[in-house]
């Protein structure tokens, strides 16, 4: 019983997930909200790194490259605004999908 805490204690205090693309389908269809990128904003152009990316680590659907800059797919982004919540200087922007619609 011992030997078992031991173990748990020594694996990480995280948790690691591998989203796959696409796996519901064609999500972006899902969306009413489109989250976009202000390049002037994002830490990732700014430094010209692959630095911050919080986009990237916290969408769910895996759709958000680590580029610079990143890409978001918008065929499997659903609208969740995940990444602009974590953004944290505001470079994604949530933009009414029907805005785009009109266009
Ligand atoms: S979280 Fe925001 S600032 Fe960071 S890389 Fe993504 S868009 Fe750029
Ligand atoms: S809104 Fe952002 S976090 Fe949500 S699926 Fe689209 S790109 Fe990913």
Redesign the pocket.
Known sequence: MSNFKFKQRKRPISSVSYPVIGEAGNTGSWRIHRPV?NEK?????KKNDL??????LYCPEAC?SKTV??KIDYTYCKGCLV?VS???????TAIEESTFKEE
């Open positions: 990128l904003k994002c830490t990732a152009v630095v911050c990316l919080l986009c990237w958000i800059p990143p990444c974590n953004c944290p200087t505001g470079a994604l």
